[in-house]
């Protein structure tokens, strides 16, 4: 072997040590972020599940809240169903005794105004089972007309109730 033919065997062979040795470096270096790629990875799902599980009991508890809030609601509306059962009823029941004329609906007269034209007179008779101040009966179609505003009325306030429990219930 000539002098050439060995520093031409020397720089083939010193040519694939380099390159054996710079892929070794790649394989190395790939292997370093081939591993912190797999912990950014784990890391990133690590996040991304306590956030999903963050999400999850965040909703359950608006479910538990909202929850709560409709048994409130029904229990209210049960209430004031009730209420207006109950009120619808009494004003029935008014009615009915004033038609069957069992009830009159009297007023109180003033005895100081006597310029009004009331002929009522201002002293009790003594014959009469009413004592007191003196009293006008109403016709009962005007007391009919008087138990149905009164009845509206107390529809008006049951259901100015509901709403304001309502809103309170709203509001905690």
Same mark, same amino acid.
């Given at each position: 072997?000539?002098?050439?033919?060995?520093?031409?065997?020397?720089?083939?062979?010193?040519?694939?040590?380099?390159?054996?040795?710079?892929?070794?470096?790649?394989?190395?270096?790939?292997?370093?972020?081939?591993?912190?790629?797999?912990?950014?990875?784990?890391?990133?799902?690590?996040?991304?599940?306590?956030?999903?599980?963050?999400?999850?009991?965040?909703?359950?508890?608006? /479910?538990?809240?909202?929850?709560? +809030?409709?048994? @409130? &609601? =029904? %229990? !209210? *509306?049960?209430?004031?169903?009730?209420?207006?059962?109950?009120? /619808?009823?009494?004003?029935?029941? +008014?009615?009915? @005794? &004033? =038609? %069957? !004329? *069992?009830?009159?609906?009297?007023?109180?007269?003033?005895?100081?105004?006597?310029?009004?034209?009331?002929?009522?007179?201002?002293?009790?008779?003594?014959?009469?089972?009413?004592?007191?101040?003196?009293?006008?009966?109403?016709?009962?179609?005007?007391?009919?007309?008087?138990?149905?505003?009164?009845?509206?009325?107390?529809?008006?306030?049951?259901?100015?109730?509901?709403?304001?429990?309502?809103?309170?219930?709203?509001?905690?």
């Amino acid at each position: 072997m000539t002098p050439v033919q060995k520093l031409l065997g020397m720089l083939v062979l010193a040519g694939l040590l380099i390159a054996a040795g710079a892929g070794g470096a790649w394989r190395v270096q790939d292997w370093r972020y081939g591993k912190q790629l797999a912990d950014l990875a784990r890391q990133h799902q690590d996040d991304l599940s306590a956030i999903s599980n963050a999400a999850s009991a965040q909703q359950q508890a608006e /479910q538990a809240k909202r929850l709560t +809030l409709e048994q @409130r &609601l =029904a %229990t !209210a *509306d049960q209430s004031h169903h009730q209420e207006l059962t109950n009120a /619808q009823k009494d004003q029935a029941r +008014l009615r009915d @005794r &004033l =038609a %069957t !004329a *069992d009830l009159r609906l009297s007023v109180l007269v003033d005895a100081a105004n006597a310029a009004g034209g009331c002929t009522v007179p201002a002293a009790p008779v003594t014959g009469g089972l009413v004592h007191g101040a003196p009293r006008a009966r109403l016709d009962p179609a005007h007391a009919q007309r008087i138990i149905g505003i009164t009845d509206d009325g107390d529809r008006g306030l049951i259901a100015l109730q509901a709403c304001q429990a309502y809103v309170r219930a709203l509001q905690k």
